[in-house]
Each structure stands twice: as C-alpha cells, then as structure tokens.
C-alpha cells in the first residue's frame, strides 16, 4: 500500500508538471507561416540579446538591424582589412540621428563595445578591442551641400572623398583630400588628411568650420565660436569624443578648368639612391601645387619591383612639365604625363593603380607608418633592398607596396601650431609600409620585415623619434608618438570633460588624465 501510494503521488506531479509545461508551451507559440492556422514553438524572444531586446524596439522604421547568419550580414560590416577586425554580434544600418543616439545608449547600457562605421577603411589594430560588439553603420549621412558663393560646403559623415570631389569639381570649387578614393571624408579629416593640395590649403581640418557631434549624451555643434575646445581637440583626435553628424568647410575656387598635370614614371629599382638624391634635392623648395607620391611595387610587365612615381601639379601644363623636369630627366623606362580634370584624378594616377582594386575589401592587409622632416638617400636603398628581400622570401607578399608621400606644406605650416590637435605641421613627407598578403603564415609579426623597416626609417627622419600619422597609423605606436607630448595634456583634459567612461574609445584612445 505505501508503494502504491507514493507513485500515485509521483504521477500526480508529473501530471502537474506536464501540464504546466503545456500551458508554458501555448503561451509562446505564435503561428506558422509554413502551416497556417498551427503553431510553432518559438523561444527566441526569451533568449533574446538584451541590446537587440533594447535597441529593435527603438529603431526607426527605415533602420535595419541584422545579426550574424542573416543576409547581407558579411556585406554590411566586411572592412578594408581582416586583420585585427573588430567582431560584431550586430549591425544597425541607421536611418536617422535618433537611431545612432538610441544605439550608442543601448550599446552602453548593456557593456556592448560599438564602432560608428562608414567607409571601414581604417587599418589599426586597435579596433580588434571590439570584441561581440555593435557596428553603427552612419552611411546613410550623405548629404553635400554647396553654397559657391560663400566658398562652404556642409557633409554628412557617411560620404567619402570621390563623392566631395564630385559635386565640388561640378561647381568649380576644390579642398584638400587624401589619394585614396573610397576613404571617408570625415574619418580623414578627424586624424588630419593630409593630401596632394595641402600646399595650398593645408590639411583637410585646416579647412574644417563647425561641426555637429553625438557626444555620449547629447549633440552639440563644435567650432572657434561654440565649444571652441571640442573644436580643437576634434582636429586631430577627433574619434574621440563622439560621432561627427554634418561638418561645414571652406572650399575654394579650383585651378584653371579644373586640370592638373599628372605625370607617371617607372624606373628600375637600381635607381633607388640616385632617384633619391634628386627628391631630396626637390623637397628642400617643393612648389605649393607640386606633390610626388613614391611607390616600390612588383611590377607583372616587368617581372621585377620597381620605382613607380606620381607626381600632379595644380596648374597649367606648361607649369607642371617644368616642375616634373627633375623626373624625366632621371630616364624613366615608362612615363605618361597629361592634363586629368580634378575628379578623375584620384582614381587615374599612378599608371591607375589608385582605381577600383585598391579599394577592395577583405583582404588582409596591415601598415605602418612614418612621419620624416628629411630624406636621406641611403635610407630608402637600404629600404628598397629589405622590401625586395622579403618578397622573394614571402611570395604572397608580392601586392604589398612601399609609399613615400612627398607633400608640400606652405599652407600647412601656416597656421599656428597650437590652433588645432594635429601635432606634425613640420613634417614634409609621410612613408606607408603597406603590406598585403593572403594568410596568417606571412603575418607581418612573424616576418619582422615592416618592423624592421620602420626602425631604419625612423633614425634618419629628422625627428624626435617615431613620429606618425594617427591615419596612418599601426597601432602599436605610444601616445606620444601619435599625438605628441606636447598635445596629449589638454587632449586627455577634454576626453575626462566629454568621454570620461571611455565609450569612444576604439581607435587610439587617449587617456583622461596625462601624463
């Protein structure tokens, strides 16, 4: 009798239990799509994310929010590099500023590490810190609005350098960009941007009037007028404190029909020296419109690496075949030197290594990056020599490129050095290790080739060490060597005033208190 009973009890609460279960069952059904008028069991929304349980309800109608698996996924947050990518447990293609404050609100509430995106072209290491994080896509930012008369131009931050030259070029107006197409305006410009025609118009934020920020809890409008320390601390550190909306700049009438001479030339990597003994010659009184970007490349015609250079002059033809004189005289085995209209130059120069397949995504791709105030011939042999050297020992290295932006600074110079954050006004040219290549094997870590490139350019730059670029950056650089000694006291002031708990914090962050 006891036995039985106790299992008369043991099938009562089973009884109970299933029908709880039951019960539970039916309260979380919702119908089929597949078998109309049935229901399906769906548990998903009690296992729900708690920033997408946070943000989806809050997003606009024309927001999309995806997840990894869903379409389109890969495509919405794939970056100019694999290596040291951020990882993203989702993505938000924003609709409107509500959207981008909603997300980074969620983002914060739920310790959801996040990256405001457009182009995805930065390449440092530092954005691996993004770990099952949030991309706040801000594409959709793409207004260019013109006002001729008035020589300004207001963008939103979405739009990339080819779009601004674009609707510049059809009003005849121009502004300093970068030499690559598909980089972002505002991402440019945040870190400096420097380009072809600083020479005559400084650094891209030398042009830079006002902008509206998505600080961590409001949106203010920063310029010498309004918040005139955010204006300057976003004029090279600008990725710091927020997500720029709309930024309004100075433009410029452009040169004559909108023309620049641009004159491309190969020589044999024998060369090397002699070709820079003359740039160094021609550095030391460069004219404003004059820019002369070097290349060592393999080269498949020739079935060697070697000196590939681009030299554009802003102005007349007849100007600029006498100011590239220097090149062609050093016997070029190939040159090509015509008059391109401003909008087609980005995409046009260097034989058109700068076109389509220079932007391409997904690859794995690293850089270093160093600023010089001299060029020593002897240098760019020895470097000439040690890139070569690692190709032939790493074949799937054979895309990657050494660059030497010889740029002319007039204009850049002439604004005082503490108007704004951008701590390298005196350097006259920047060297890019670009490295590319096709899996972890040849990782730029385990050959040491860049590291030991950057080392041999650094000890005869003329500077005070290792001083770069913030674009064009590793990320394994110190604060100092990116943002000087000098500006890192007032920098670290106004990230403790506007970032204090760090949300803004994925590209180089700088410190809340220095030193």
Request: charged letters at 20%; a positive charge; one cysteine or more.
């Amino acid at each position: 009798m006891p036995i039985i009973q106790e299992n008369k009890r043991t099938m009562a609460r089973l009884s109970i239990l299933l029908h709880a279960v039951m019960t539970f069952v039916q309260a979380i059904s919702l119908p089929s799509r597949e078998f109309p008028g049935k229901s399906v069991l769906h548990l998903s929304k009690y296992a729900e994310d708690p920033l997408s349980e946070c943000l989806r309800p809050k997003l606009s109608a024309n927001a999309i929010f995806k997840t990894p698996g869903q379409s389109g996924f890969l495509e919405d947050t794939i970056r100019y590099t694999t290596v040291s990518s951020p990882s993203y447990r989702a993505v938000v293609k924003t609709a409107s500023e509500q959207d981008i404050a909603n997300s980074i609100g969620c983002a914060s509430r739920t310790n959801t590490s996040f990256l405001a995106t457009s182009q995805r072209h930065g390449l440092s290491m530092t954005l691996a810190s993004i770990s099952n994080g949030l991309d706040i896509d801000i594409t959709y930012l793409k207004q260019i609005q013109v006002d001729a008369y008035k020589n300004v131009m207001t963008i939103g931050g979405g739009v990339n350098f080819q779009e601004v030259v674009d609707v510049l070029y059809a009003k005849g107006k121009e502004i300093s960009t970068g030499t690559c197409y598909c980089v972002g305006f505002m991402g440019a410009t945040l870190g400096g941007g420097v380009g072809r025609l600083s020479g005559l118009h400084g650094v891209i934020l030398d042009s830079l009037l006002s902008a509206r920020i998505m600080l961590p809890n409001t949106v203010v409008e920063a310029s010498k007028e309004k918040s005139p320390d955010l204006f300057w601390g976003i004029r090279g550190s600008g990725f710091n404190y927020g997500v720029v909306l709309n930024a309004t700049f100075r433009i410029y009438d452009q040169v004559p029909q909108g023309l620049h001479l641009n004159a491309d030339f190969k020589f044999p990597i024998s060369q090397v020296k002699s070709y820079f003994e003359k740039l160094a010659e021609v550095s030391k009184s460069l004219p404003a419109q004059l820019s002369v970007l070097t290349y060592f490349n393999f080269d498949p015609g020739f079935n060697e690496t070697v000196i590939t250079s681009n030299a554009v002059y802003a102005g007349s033809e007849r100007e600029g075949r006498r100011a590239v004189q220097f090149l062609v005289d050093q016997a070029p085995i190939q040159q090509n030197i015509s008059m391109i209209p401003w909008n087609k130059l980005l995409q046009s120069s260097a034989f058109g290594a700068t076109g389509p397949r220079i932007c391409e995504r997904g690859r794995r791709r690293t850089q270093r990056g160093v600023g010089v105030k001299q060029i020593d011939p002897d240098t760019y042999a020895t470097l000439a020599r040690m890139f070569r050297e690692m190709q032939r020992q790493y074949p799937a290295t054979i895309r990657s490129i050494v660059q030497v932006q010889l740029l002319p600074t007039q204009a850049v110079r002439a604004v005082p050095d503490d108007a704004t954050a951008f701590p390298w006004r005196s350097h006259i040219a920047h060297v890019i290790l670009s490295f590319e290549y096709t899996d972890a094997s040849t990782d730029d870590d385990v050959t040491g080739y860049p590291r030991r490139m950057r080392d041999a350019l650094v000890h005869t730059a003329g500077t005070n060490g290792l001083e770069i670029y913030v674009g064009y950056s590793h990320g394994d650089e110190t604060l100092e060597q990116l943002y000087s000694k000098k500006k890192l006291p007032r920098l670290a002031v106004l990230k403790k005033t506007i970032d204090p708990s760090g949300l803004f914090n994925a590209y180089h962050p700088v410190p809340t208190a220095y030193p």
